[in-house]
């Protein structure tokens, strides 16, 4: 695959169905799921010499895509509104984090009071 070839694939992928899903209808509720897009890509190439003289050269490339959850539009009564996606792991991954400098600074606190005393 060329470079041109990954760029072309890569602007297909961006399109805005990717960040807004199909409307879903229930009776007079329409709802729209919201997705957050990340992509990127890079290439390289390369010449020289090795330790022992001779002569090498490489290339490549890549590509990365990724989409989490971020909510939905719920379309009622001619009003919209947001409803935010709750990301579980994150909320638990933060708590720990807290809990972990919250730690941290209790046992540097004792550490001082004990060598004060």
């Known amino acids: 695959?060329?470079?041109m070839e990954l760029v072309e694939r890569s602007q297909d992928a961006a399109t805005?169905?990717?960040v807004f899903g199909e409307p879903i209808q229930h009776g007079d509720v329409v709802v729209i799921p919201v997705a957050r897009v990340a992509q990127g890509g890079g290439g390289?190439?390369?010449e020289g010499k090795g330790d022992k003289g001779e002569e090498g050269g490489g290339s490549g490339a890549g590509f990365g895509f990724g989409a989490t959850p971020a909510g939905v539009f719920v379309l009622?009564?001619?009003d919209a509104v947001w409803r935010p996606a709750v990301d579980v792991n994150r909320i638990v991954l933060g708590g720990q984090v807290v809990g972990i400098?919250?730690?941290?600074?209790?046992?540097?606190i004792f550490k001082k009071r004990r060598r004060r005393g």
């Open 101 to 108: 400098v919250l730690l941290l600074t209790l046992r540097a």
């Open 76 to 78: 009622k009564d001619g």
């Open 1 to 3: 695959m060329d470079i």
């Open 44 to 46: 390289g190439r390369g």
């Open 16 to 18: 805005v169905k990717r």
